[in-house]
Every structure is written in C-alpha cells, then in structure tokens.
C-alpha cells in the first residue's frame, strides 16, 4: 500500500479515513452494549426446544435466548423494581401443542415459578405463519403479588410455510408496560417440519440491515483500491512516456 500510496500523500490520508471509521463503528457498537445496568445479566443462553406431536414425529421446532423484562413491586427492596432475568436453558422444562393452524410452546422455569406460552398461527390461505400470541405468568419469591401478562395481537417472528424464521438480532416483544421479552438469536419452524431439522431459513430485515453496513464498507474499499490502482498505471504510462520523448 505505501508503494501505490507513496507517490501521492491525499490517497494515504483517505485510505487511513477509511480504516478509522471501519475501527470506529465497532467501537461504537462495543460501548453501546457495555453501557447497560449493573443488573443486566448478559446475553442470555441459547435453548433448544422440539414439541413433538400425538404421533410421534417433530412439529415444531425452536432455538433462541430468552431474557424476561419484568417491572414488580420487589418485597426484599419494599419498591417497584425492573428486574432482567434470562431463561437459564437447563432449568426450563418445554412443552407444547400442534394443530393444523395453530401450535405453541409452553416453556416453565424450575427456579423461579414462571410460565411462558409461544403461539403461531398459520394462515393455510397465503402459506404465512406469525408468533401472534404470547402469554407470561410468574410468581417470583421476590414479588409481593404475581404478575401475569398476555398480548394477543402480536405479529412478529413472519415466515412461509416450509421454511423457518430467523433472527440473530435482538428483538422486543411487549405484553404490557411493565412485562417484555427480548429474543436473541431467534430460528424457529412452527408449521411445516419434516425431519428433525429446520428448512432453509427466511433471514430477518435487521439481520439484512446489519450485514449492509460491511458490504458498503467492503464495496468502498474496493472502489478505493481501484481507484489508487487507475491512477497509478496512469502515472506509470505517463513516467515511460517521459523517457520516450527524450
Ligand atoms: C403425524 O401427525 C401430523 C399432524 O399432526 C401429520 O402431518 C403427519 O403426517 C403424521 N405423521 C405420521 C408418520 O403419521
Ligand atoms: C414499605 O414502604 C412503605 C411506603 O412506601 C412503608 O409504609 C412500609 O412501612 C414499608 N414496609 C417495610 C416492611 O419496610
Ligand atoms: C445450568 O448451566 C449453568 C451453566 O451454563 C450452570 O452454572 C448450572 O449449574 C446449570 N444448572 C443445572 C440445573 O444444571
Ligand atoms: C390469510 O391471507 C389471505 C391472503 O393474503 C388474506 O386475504 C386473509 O385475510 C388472511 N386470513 C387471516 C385470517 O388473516
Ligand atoms: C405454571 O404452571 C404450573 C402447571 O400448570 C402451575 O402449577 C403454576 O402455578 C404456574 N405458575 C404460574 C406462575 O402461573
Ligand atoms: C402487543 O403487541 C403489539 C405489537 O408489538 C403492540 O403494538 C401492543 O402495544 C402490545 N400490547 C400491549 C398491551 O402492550
Ligand atoms: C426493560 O423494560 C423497560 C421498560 O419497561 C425498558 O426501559 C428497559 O430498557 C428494558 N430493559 C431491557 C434490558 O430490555
């Protein structure tokens, strides 16, 4: 790089531009998510869950991360306390249902007494299914009264029927002011499972919007290089053109 750069000084700058602002949006990203509560438990645990029909076979299959956001009156600190808690995989029993239209998940947690119910619906019509239902209820030592939320209007986790759902970026469900959900790392398949594997996966918008930022980068760059590349040859042609005329 220094040898194409040496000849002019600009095209150095503008390259090291580049590298710093590259350098600069993963520090930005890497402060962002540092900069939480000292109560944020971290990324939560991935967990795999199946439901398995009457019959036998595999119909609905899940994997994802789950972090409860639950805002209650804390009997310990005698106030109303937002508290975050991940679903620990190894200490959550699943189970669940699968009809031809609808299926759910049904997760509960050994430690601490929550229940947590997923529902799909399948549109036959546009071979469309979405997460439209969820449902918590928890009774935590720590809450002076239980707390139970359920949003039935949900439209969120979009896939085709044959296909699976998924999301690496976090996502928020809200079931009330006080209770939320976030997701991490989210691929799930509902409807439509054959085998004990997901189908090709439908990737989420914020996934697509996360990866373009490297790509315009990437593309930048490449365009950068051409361009030092060009005006190189150029001078080079120029310099043996010089010593042809003497
Ligand atoms: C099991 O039941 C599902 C519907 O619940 C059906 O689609 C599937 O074909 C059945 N599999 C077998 C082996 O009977
Ligand atoms: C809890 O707080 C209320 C006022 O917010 C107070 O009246 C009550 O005595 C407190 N209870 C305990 C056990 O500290
Ligand atoms: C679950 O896994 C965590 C670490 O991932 C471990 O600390 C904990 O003891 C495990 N709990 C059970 C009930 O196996
Ligand atoms: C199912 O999809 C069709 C076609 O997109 C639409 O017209 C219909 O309203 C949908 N049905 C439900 C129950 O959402
Ligand atoms: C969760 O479900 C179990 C079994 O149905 C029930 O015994 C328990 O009371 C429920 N817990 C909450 C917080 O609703
Ligand atoms: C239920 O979820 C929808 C979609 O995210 C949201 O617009 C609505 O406010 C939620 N309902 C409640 C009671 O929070
Ligand atoms: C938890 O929910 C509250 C609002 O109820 C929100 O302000 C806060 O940012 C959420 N925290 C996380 C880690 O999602």
Same mark, same amino acid.
């Given at each position: 790089?220094?040898?194409?750069?040496?000849?002019?000084?600009?095209?150095?700058?503008?390259?090291?531009?580049?590298?710093?602002?590259? #350098?600069?949006?993963?520090?930005?990203?890497?402060?962002?998510?540092?900069?939480?509560?000292?109560?944020?438990?971290?990324?939560?645990?991935?967990?795999?869950?199946?439901?398995?029909?009457?019959?036998?076979?595999?119909? #609905?299959?899940?994997?994802?991360?789950?972090?409860?956001?639950?805002?209650?009156?804390?009997?310990?600190?005698?106030?109303?306390?937002?508290?975050?808690?991940?679903?620990?995989?190894?200490?959550?029993?699943?189970?669940?249902?699968?009809?031809?239209?609808?299926?759910?998940?049904?997760?509960?947690?050994?430690?601490?007494? @929550?229940?947590?119910?997923?529902?799909?619906?399948?549109?036959? @019509?546009?071979?469309?299914?979405?997460?439209?239902?969820?449902?918590?209820?928890?009774?935590?030592?720590?809450?002076?009264?239980?707390?139970?939320?359920?949003?039935?209007?949900?439209?969120?986790?979009?896939? @085709?029927?044959?296909?699976?759902?998924?999301?690496?970026?976090?996502?928020?469900?809200?079931?009330?002011?006080?209770?939320?959900?976030?997701?991490?790392?989210? *691929?799930?398949?509902?409807?439509?499972?054959?085998?004990?594997?997901?189908?090709?996966?439908?990737?989420?918008?914020?996934?697509?919007?996360?990866?373009?930022?490297?790509?315009?980068?990437?593309?930048?760059?490449?365009? #950068?290089?051409?361009?030092?590349?060009?005006?190189?040859?150029?001078?080079?042609?120029?310099?043996?053109?010089?010593? *042809?005329?003497?």
């Amino acid at each position: 790089m220094t040898q194409i750069c040496g000849v002019q000084s600009w095209c150095l700058g503008v390259v090291l531009q580049v590298i710093l602002a590259a #350098l600069l949006h993963r520090g930005f990203a890497a402060a962002q998510t540092t900069a939480a509560s000292h109560k944020d438990p971290g990324r939560p645990e991935k967990g795999n869950y199946v439901v398995t029909s009457s019959n036998g076979t595999e119909c #609905l299959l899940a994997s994802m991360g789950l972090q409860l956001n639950i805002t209650f009156n804390s009997v310990s600190e005698n106030k109303t306390v937002p508290v975050i808690m991940n679903l620990q995989p190894n200490a959550t029993k699943h189970s669940g249902s699968c009809g031809s239209d609808t299926a759910s998940l049904r997760l509960s947690t050994d430690t601490e007494n @929550t229940n947590l119910t997923f529902v799909f619906t399948l549109n036959a @019509t546009s071979t469309k299914y979405h997460l439209s239902e969820v449902s918590l209820s928890a009774a935590w030592k720590d809450m002076k009264e239980p707390v139970s939320a359920v949003n039935s209007s949900l439209d969120s986790l979009r896939g @085709t029927l044959g296909y699976s759902y998924m999301c690496r970026e976090q996502q928020t469900l809200i079931l009330a002011q006080d209770v939320s959900i976030n997701t991490f790392d989210v *691929q799930v398949q509902p409807f439509g499972v054959t085998g004990e594997q997901f189908g090709a996966a439908e990737e989420c918008k914020l996934d697509e919007d996360d990866m373009l930022i490297p790509i315009i980068v990437g593309a930048a760059l490449a365009g #950068l290089v051409l361009i030092v590349l060009l005006a190189y040859l150029i001078g080079r042609k120029r310099s043996h053109a010089g010593y *042809q005329t003497i």
